[in-house]
């Protein structure tokens, strides 16, 4: 995941979105006898502690994935990625793409066999829209839903838009049409969570969540791991995997030596050290697979000297991107010349020139903006974060290339991902304070795999992800109309003439495409990795670990 405006949302792609379960004081699920699939030891790479387990609150990468296996919604991604039932058998589209109406499984149930309702998801819904998750992910991905925005500004406690039709039946009115709607319910903020639970054990009640997935929390222990059981009350049946272990290990070394010493089933999900994978590479359980994933250098389009665009286009223009792949990251990603990822629909392979190495022209555009040969450019700092190793090798090449290429220094600062993180939020909320980033180093993930949620939510004027405020009238005439074109044929090729725009003006400077690298041992059967995460084949209760 994605740096957002209140959030890093490192969604790696690699999100599991699957599942559910857990269990809480009062009215917890009994333990389950242990089931005949053996234990899936699966390492949480790159964190000391997971961040969250609450579904509005899904953020890092690492929680987003074991909230998909503890939690699930109306609607799931299958191992196509495509839209399949979950807590909804099936749904009716009406009103031209503007009102959803779900009819809820009758034999829906929490981990502690309570039933699931209408009403629950209603709760769900409400409660995720509150003021007190008003720095949460339903505001981003869910504000469409009619009086959403009323309820996380305090001025209504029910979202008018989700009404309670009976107890197999929900509605979802939407304020305009969207045929995206169903992707962006496959995101936590709007999964299932008990009312009674969270009643029972208001601040602790994460520890043993549970919900209406394939999993449950057996225990949570902070700064070690968090442990999943089988949730015996799944829809789909309960899963045959006995329990999934999972260490938070902060080193992605130390998690490939633990996998080498056979102490895990799965490494890499979220970090895996590049500087190992030539020597894993020709192993039959080394696994590698492009992801929906881009990193790009954000510009604070409202703050001198990159608020002209021709100073932009001139540090895109001296970026030598195959050097920086594949000599400084030595080929672990895929250059990135397009917003769009490949295999996304909408990917337009033609928008890769835009961008392109053109050290003259660099230079040319520098100059007309006023910096011949960088003469007189202000002094900049180039941001960065501590969490990705790579991160501290790809300012210093950038640095030395921008010397070379335009002949402008520029100053590399490294910060606490944490302090990142607030520095990023005060930059969105105040782009031309003194202390708002200048440019940086960020990520975006997609939560869904449709281009609106890398072309609209990132850089239409004033949505809550376009950190460097990057702002064009037909850019966003052309993303306003996309987002309602229910005809797809004729929905990408706008998306794709806004992307044009935006790669033009250097709204982004996108550098790689992630790659995922994981290890997966041969004992482990059902799953699979797509470019959007490590799912299931088929479905949950039919992977297993072997001896």
């Given at each position: 995941?994605?740096?957002?405006?209140?959030?890093?949302?490192?969604?790696?792609?690699?999100?599991?979105?699957?599942?559910?379960?857990?269990?809480?004081?009062?009215?917890?699920?009994?333990?389950?006898?242990?089931?005949?699939?053996?234990?899936?030891?699966?390492?949480?790479?790159?964190?000391?502690?997971?961040?969250?387990?609450?579904?509005?609150?899904?953020?890092?990468?690492?929680?987003?994935?074991?909230?998909?296996?503890?939690?699930?919604?109306?609607?799931?991604?299958?191992?196509?990625?495509?839209?399949?039932?979950?807590?909804?058998?099936?749904?009716?589209?009406?009103?031209?793409?503007?009102?959803?109406?779900?009819?809820?499984?009758?034999?829906?149930?929490?981990?502690?066999?309570?039933?699931?309702?209408?009403e629950d998801f209603s709760y769900s819904l409400n409660r995720a829209f509150s003021p007190d998750f008003a720095n949460g992910n339903a505001g981003y991905y869910l504000s469409n839903i009619v009086g959403?925005?009323?309820?996380?500004?305090?001025?209504?406690?029910?979202?008018?838009?989700?009404?309670?039709?009976?107890?197999?039946?929900?509605?979802?009115?939407?304020?305009?049409?969207?045929?995206?709607?169903?992707?962006?319910?496959?995101?936590?903020?709007?999964?299932?969570?008990?009312?009674?639970?969270?009643?029972?054990?208001?601040?602790?009640?994460?520890?043993?969540?549970?919900?209406?997935?394939?999993?449950?929390?057996?225990?949570?222990?902070?700064?070690?791991?968090?442990?999943?059981?089988?949730?015996?009350?799944?829809?789909?049946?309960?899963?045959?995997?006995?329990?999934?272990?999972?260490?938070?290990?902060?080193?992605?070394?130390?998690?490939?030596?633990?996998?080498?010493?056979?102490?895990?089933?799965?490494?890499?999900?979220?970090?895996?050290?590049?500087?190992?994978?030539?020597?894993?590479?020709?192993?039959?359980?080394?696994?590698?697979?492009?992801?929906?994933?881009?990193?790009?250098?954000?510009?604070?389009?409202?703050?001198?000297?990159?608020?002209?665009?021709?100073?932009?286009?001139?540090?895109?223009?001296?970026?030598?991107?195959?050097?920086?792949?594949?000599?400084?990251?030595?080929?672990?990603?895929?250059?990135?010349?397009?917003?769009?990822?490949?295999?996304?629909?909408?990917?337009?392979?033609?928008?890769?020139?835009?961008?392109?190495?053109?050290?003259?022209?660099?230079?040319?555009?520098?100059?007309?903006?006023?910096?011949?040969?960088?003469?007189?450019?202000?002094?900049?700092?180039?941001?960065?974060?501590?969490?990705?190793?790579?991160?501290?090798?790809?300012?210093?090449?950038?640095?030395?290339?921008?010397?070379?290429?335009?002949?402008?220094?520029?100053?590399?600062?490294?910060?606490?991902?944490?302090?990142?993180?607030?520095?990023?939020?005060?930059?969105?909320?105040?782009?031309?304070?003194?202390?708002?980033?200048?440019?940086?180093?960020?990520?975006?993930?997609?939560?869904?795999?449709?281009?609106?949620?890398?072309?609209?939510?990132?850089?239409?004027?004033?949505?809550?992800?376009?950190?460097?405020?990057?702002?064009?009238?037909?850019?966003?005439?052309?993303?306003?109309?996309?987002?309602?074109?229910?005809?797809?044929?004729?929905?990408?090729?706008?998306?794709?003439?806004?992307?044009?725009?935006?790669?033009?003006?250097?709204?982004?400077?996108?550098?790689?495409?992630?790659?995922?690298?994981?290890?997966?041992?041969?004992?482990?059967?059902?799953?699979?990795?797509?470019?959007?995460?490590?799912?299931?084949?088929?479905?949950?209760?039919?992977?297993?670990?072997?001896?």
């Amino acid at each position: 995941m994605p740096h957002n405006k209140k959030w890093i949302w490192m969604i790696s792609i690699l999100t599991i979105l699957s599942m559910l379960l857990a269990a809480c004081s009062a009215g917890a699920p009994a333990t389950p006898a242990a089931a005949t699939g053996g234990i899936l030891r699966w390492s949480l790479e790159g964190i000391n502690e997971l961040p969250a387990l609450d579904p509005p609150l899904a953020g890092a990468s690492q929680s987003v994935g074991v909230i998909s296996l503890v939690f699930e919604g109306l609607v799931r991604l299958d191992g196509g990625l495509n839209i399949a039932p979950a807590g909804a058998e099936s749904w009716d589209v009406k009103d031209g793409g503007k009102t959803f109406i779900f009819h809820i499984r009758k034999d829906l149930k929490f981990a502690n066999g309570d039933p699931v309702t209408a009403e629950d998801f209603s709760y769900s819904l409400n409660r995720a829209f509150s003021p007190d998750f008003a720095n949460g992910n339903a505001g981003y991905y869910l504000s469409n839903i009619v009086g959403s925005t009323d309820v996380t500004e305090g001025k209504a406690t029910t979202v008018s838009g989700v009404k309670v039709i009976d107890p197999q039946t929900l509605e979802i009115d939407l304020q305009q049409p969207s045929v995206y709607f169903l992707y962006q319910l496959t995101f936590p903020a709007s999964f299932a969570v008990s009312k009674k639970a969270i009643e029972a054990n208001p601040t602790s009640w994460t520890d043993t969540a549970y919900g209406t997935g394939p999993f449950m929390v057996k225990e949570w222990k902070h700064n070690q791991s968090v442990t999943l059981l089988p949730n015996p009350n799944y829809w789909l049946g309960k899963p045959q995997i006995a329990e999934i272990d999972m260490p938070f290990i902060q080193d992605p070394a130390t998690a490939l030596k633990l996998y080498q010493t056979n102490e895990l089933d799965i490494m890499g999900t979220y970090n895996f050290p590049t500087d190992q994978i030539s020597s894993v590479s020709s192993s039959p359980e080394f696994k590698q697979v492009n992801q929906f994933f881009v990193t790009y250098i954000g510009f604070n389009n409202a703050k001198p000297p990159f608020n002209d665009v021709k100073v932009r286009q001139a540090f895109a223009k001296a970026v030598d991107k195959a050097t920086l792949i594949n000599k400084v990251l030595e080929g672990a990603v895929v250059q990135a010349d397009t917003i769009i990822p490949p295999g996304m629909p909408g990917f337009n392979d033609a928008a890769a020139k835009i961008q392109e190495l053109n050290v003259a022209e660099a230079k040319s555009l520098l100059a007309d903006a006023g910096y011949p040969d960088g003469k007189d450019f202000p002094k900049v700092s180039f941001t960065i974060n501590n969490q990705d190793p790579n991160y501290a090798k790809i300012a210093a090449a950038l640095q030395q290339m921008w010397k070379e290429n335009l002949g402008v220094d520029i100053q590399v600062s490294t910060e606490e991902l944490a302090k990142f993180n607030d520095d990023l939020t005060a930059t969105a909320n105040n782009p031309t304070d003194n202390a708002a980033l200048t440019f940086y180093i960020s990520v975006w993930g997609a939560d869904y795999p449709d281009p609106q949620n890398f072309v609209s939510q990132q850089l239409r004027t004033d949505i809550g992800n376009n950190n460097g405020h990057y702002s064009n009238a037909e850019f966003d005439a052309l993303v306003d109309k996309a987002d309602v074109e229910p005809d797809q044929t004729k929905r990408l090729p706008l998306y794709q003439q806004a992307e044009q725009i935006a790669l033009t003006e250097v709204g982004w400077l996108p550098l790689y495409y992630g790659k995922a690298n994981l290890l997966i041992r041969s004992t482990v059967n059902g799953l699979v990795v797509t470019p959007q995460g490590l799912f299931p084949s088929v479905d949950w209760t039919k992977v297993t670990v072997g001896k």
